[in-house]
């Protein structure tokens, strides 16, 4: 009886007192982040026009050292641009995207777990994001 005793006490001791937090689901580049830079980023932020000297167009472009800091900090989002001027107020002039539908409050989260997990990546095809192309017809 004592030692069973013991035993509750130590592992009521060593059980936290805070009450447990629901896991994260995690974040996947491909499925999850991809699309959101492909339809709301990258048409500005590629090798061709390079807005504000950042292409978005894979890994090693977005994680590239630029003068005005760090795009993507891994495990930081509140150190990494990309999550800042995505959760600025519209009337903010470093806010983005700058015009047209912004980023909804469920994908800047999003973003925000995303860098939080580490901001996984891929290299090869799967982290490619290639800009998408205007129609060019008249009339369009």
């Known amino acids: ?10 592992t009521l001791a060593l059980t936290s007192t805070e009450p447990a937090r629901a896991a994260e689901p995690r974040v996947d580049f491909v499925p999850h982040v991809k699309p959101l830079l492909t339809s709301r980023c990258i ?8 807005f504000g000297q950042l292409s ?22 509140d150190s990494s641009a990309l999550y800042l001027v995505l959760k600025m107020p519209p009337k903010n002039p470093k806010a983005m995207p700058p015009a047209g539908h912004r980023v909804t409050d469920r994908e800047v989260n999003l973003i925000y777990d995303w860098i939080k997990q580490g901001a996984d990546w891929p290299e090869g095809k799967a982290g490619v994001i290639v800009p998408m192309k205007k129609d060019r017809r008249v009339g369009s």
Do not use: D, Q, W, Y
């Open 56 to 77: 978005l167009e894979n890994r090693a472009m977005a994680f590239k050292k630029r003068v005005n800091g760090p795009v993507i900090v891994p495990g930081r989002p």
């Open 43 to 50: 048409n500005c932020h590629h090798s061709g026009s390079m």
């Open 1 to 10: 009886m004592k030692t069973a005793l013991l035993l509750l006490l130590t």
